[in-house]
């Protein structure tokens, strides 16, 4: 069973920082792509960022600029470092693995809020 351990989310001010962190207990080298979506309420989920196994990410247009996604292949892991953050990037955050036998796994979520 593929496990994904969110953390790093929390309250913040407008304008600050968050570093987010997913764990997974498999081999970074098994897994295609990993990603970050968000779900606001209300709203339906999004996709943030996306890293692939060669390392190239992509983002959302709202988040291009501020936001980045990073691996350490070494710790299994892969980060979002968010900065200048705004209000409307609150939500909960989900990490998302796509492996090479073509199934998908989240993660828990962790919540950010950004106050105005």
């Known amino acids: 069973q593929v496990q994904l351990v969110e953390s790093g989310g929390g309250l913040v001010q407008a304008g600050g920082s968050l570093r987010l962190s997913c764990a997974t207990s498999?081999?970074?080298?098994?897994?295609?792509?990993m990603g970050w979506y968000r779900q606001a309420p209300g709203k339906q989920r999004e996709l943030v960022a996306v890293i692939t196994r060669r390392g190239s990410p992509n983002y959302a247009d709202s988040v291009k600029g501020r936001f980045t996604i990073s691996r350490d292949n070494a710790k299994n892991t892969v980060y979002l470092q968010m900065n200048s953050l705004k209000p409307e990037d609150t939500a909960v955050y989900y990490c998302n693995a796509n492996i090479i036998s073509g199934d998908a796994y989240w993660g828990q979520g962790t919540q950010v809020t950004v106050s105005s």
């Open positions: 498999i081999s970074m080298f098994t897994i295609n792509a």
